[in-house]
T-cell receptor, first 115, second 110 residues
Framework: NAGVTQTPKFQVLKTGQSMTLQCAQDMNHNSMYWYRQDPGMGLRLIYYSASEGTTDKGEVPNGYNVSRLNKREFSLRLESAAPSQTSVYFC??????????????FGPGTRLTVL | KNEVEQSPQNLTAQEGEFITINCSYSVGISALHWLQQHPGGGIVSLFMLSSGKKKHGRLIATINIQEKHSSLHITASHPRDSAVYICAVGRKEYGNKLVFGAGTILRVKS
């Protein structure tokens, strides 16, 4: 099993360009997440999808859109990249929980630089 | 005030030392997670606990729900333990929506 995969690993964009970060998991998990990680700050949730067909905003959703294409895939789109979106992006997946918490499995990350 | 606070922010230890990293939180939780991130690497889940104590090899995690505090201990530390250790809590109302601490950077010198 590959676990959680992300593409690309690295990306440099110019301000105003758009791009889509891809994420896929092969663990049959219902829930998937997109986080960003910035120096000196904890991981922050951008969007999450509790189950196929649903998506919800997290803590820092502005400037991003997501698509839960099917149970396996969850993509993150930057429509018009800004330097403030320079960050490392992690995708994660887990079992589905409401009052309970499940272990989250993380992808290897995408290092994005916006010039 | 952040909902999840870790201390210390940075920690340097000699090989073989006993290490403790602390995590305090201020929200109601369903579980607390400890994660490890090696330099330039991905993030791996070490523990998920909602009460008591868990042990895996040289790593021990404890939680005190009443005091809203957890500790991660590393016994007989080794340079390969050098990494960022991250505490995260699953909120009570939606357990999978994690809130993360800023992380503790650990360096173990040989």
């Amino acid at each position: 099993n590959a676990g959680v995969t992300q593409t690309p690993k690295f990306q440099v964009l110019k301000t105003g360009q758009s791009m889509t970060l891809q994420c896929a998991q092969d663990m049959n998990h219902n829930s998937m997440y997109w986080y960003r990680q910035d120096p000196g700050m904890g991981l922050r949730l951008i969007y999450y999808s509790a189950s196929e067909g649903t998506t919800d905003k997290g803590e820092v959703p502005n400037g991003y859109n997501v698509s839960r294409l099917n149970k396996r895939e969850f993509s993150l789109r930057l429509e018009s990249a800004a330097p403030s979106q320079t960050s490392v992006y992690f995708c994660a997946s887990s079992g589905q929980g409401w009052l309970v918490s499940y272990e989250q499995f993380f992808g290897p990350g995408t290092r994005l630089t916006v010039l | 005030k952040n909902e999840v606070e870790q201390s210390p922010q940075n920690l340097t230890a000699q090989e073989g030392e006993f290490i403790t990293i602390n995590c305090s939180y201020s929200v109601g939780i369903s579980a607390l997670h400890w994660l490890q991130q090696h330099p330039g690497g991905g993030i791996v889940s070490l523990f998920m606990l909602s009460s008591g104590k868990k042990k895996h090899g040289r790593l021990i995690a404890t939680i005190n729900i009443q005091e809203k505090h957890s500790s991660l201990h590393i016994t007989a530390s080794h340079p390969r333990d050098s990494a960022v250790y991250i505490c995260a809590v699953g909120r009570k109302e939606y357990g999978n929506k994690l809130v993360f601490g800023a992380g503790t950077i650990l360096r173990v010198k040989s």
